[in-house]
C-alpha cells in the first residue's frame, strides 16, 4: 500500500492535469465561438466577382440571389485595365504576389504539376483554365497567365504567379505589388 505522501503526490498530480484539462477546454471553446462567429459572418457574404461589365457567382446560387444582398456596384471593378482589347473584361484590380521553386512539382487544383517557369496562376474564384491578363501598375508590363490552381490564401491578394510570370511584369524583385486583371474571353 503506498503510503500517505505518495497518495498525496498522486492526488496533487491529478488536480494539476485536471486543471490544465480545463483551461485547455476553456481556450477550445473561445476559439471555438470566434471562429463560429467568423463562419457565420462570411456565410452572410456570398462571394460573387465583377467580370467587365456583369458578375459570376461561386456558389450554387444564381447571380440575380446576390443582388438583393450587395449593391451590384459594390461588384464592378474598381480600376479597369489601362486599354483592354474587345476581347477582355476587366475584373479588377489588387495585390498580387508569387510563388518559387519550392512548390516545383507539386499538384496544383487542376492536377497538373507546377512548374515556376510556366505562365501559370492560382485565384480562388475564376475557373480552372481561364485566361488572365495581369498588368503590373507600377511599370505597365503585362502577361496572359492561365489558371491552374486555387488562392491565393494570404492577405488581400487578388492573384498568386509563377515565377515566371512574375519575371516577366517585374515582381520579383518586390515580391508582391500592385495589378490589375482583365479575363479574356
Known amino acids: 500500500m503506498p ?20 483551461g485547455g477546454v476553456a481556450v477550445l471553446t473561445v476559439m471555438a465561438t470566434g471562429l463560429g462567429t467568423a463562419l457565420w459572418q462570411s456565410g452572410n457574404s456570398p462571394e460573387a466577382v465583377g467580370l467587365g461589365n ?11 440571389d446576390f443582388a438583393s444582398q450587395r449593391s451590384l456596384a459594390a461588384l464592378q471593378p474598381t480600376s479597369p485595365d489601362p486599354r483592354p482589347s474587345p476581347s477582355e473584361s ?10 518559387g521553386n519550392e512548390l516545383a512539382g507539386n499538384p496544383t487544383a487542376s492536377g497538373e504539376r507546377f512548374d515556376p517557369e510556366k505562365l501559370t496562376a492560382a485565384h480562388r474564384t475564376l475557373p480552372l483554365g481561364s485566361k488572365v491578363r495581369v498588368t503590373n501598375s507600377r511599370n505597365g508590363e503585362s502577361v496572359v497567365v492561365r489558371v491552374n490552381d486555387r488562392g491565393p490564401y494570404h492577405g488581400n491578394r487578388v492573384i498568386d504567379l509563377s515565377a515566371g510570370a512574375a519575371r516577366t511584369i517585374g515582381l520579383i524583385g518586390s515580391g508582391t505589388g500592385r495589378v490589375s486583371l482583365a479575363l479574356l474571353v
Request: avoid cysteine; aromatic fraction near 8%; proline fraction near 2%.
Open 3 to 22: 503510503s500517505r505522501r505518495e497518495r498525496l503526490r498522486a492526488f496533487m498530480k491529478l488536480k494539476n492535469q485536471r486543471q490544465a484539462l480545463l
Open 90 to 99: 476587366a475584373i479588377g484590380t489588387g495585390e498580387a504576389s508569387y510563388y
Open 54 to 64: 456583369g458578375i459570376a457567382s461561386v456558389e450554387a446560387r444564381p447571380v440575380a
